[in-house]
């Protein structure tokens, strides 16, 4: 099957987890362990816009924000 997703898999489900994480917080603002994990996983989200932007998967003016991210996934 030659249908390749507009977003490559392993970014989408960083989004996701990013999400996730992100609602956790704003219930649980006192989770200092799970801050440190979505700022970790915010970078990783980072890294890998620059290596699909670098091999041409993802669009050059694409930039991640927790808000755009919550209209892509959904």
Same mark, same amino acid.
């Given at each position: @099957?030659?249908?390749?997703? #507009?977003?490559?898999?392993? +970014?989408? @489900? +960083?989004?996701?987890?990013?999400i996730n994480l992100s609602s956790h917080l704003m219930? @649980?603002?006192?989770?200092?362990? @799970?801050? %440190?994990? +979505?700022?970790?996983?915010?970078?990783?989200?980072?890294?890998?816009? %620059? =290596? =699909?932007k670098a091999n041409g998967r993802l669009p050059e003016?694409?930039? =991640?924000? +927790? #808000?755009?991210? %919550?209209?892509?996934?959904?």
């Open positions: @099957n030659e249908m390749e997703p #507009d977003r490559p898999e392993d +970014l989408e @489900n +960083l989004l996701r987890k990013a219930r @649980n603002p006192k989770d200092l362990h @799970n801050k %440190r994990a +979505l700022q970790l996983i915010e970078a990783k989200i980072r890294r890998l816009v %620059r =290596y =699909y003016d694409f930039k =991640y924000s +927790l #808000d755009a991210a %919550r209209l892509m996934v959904e």
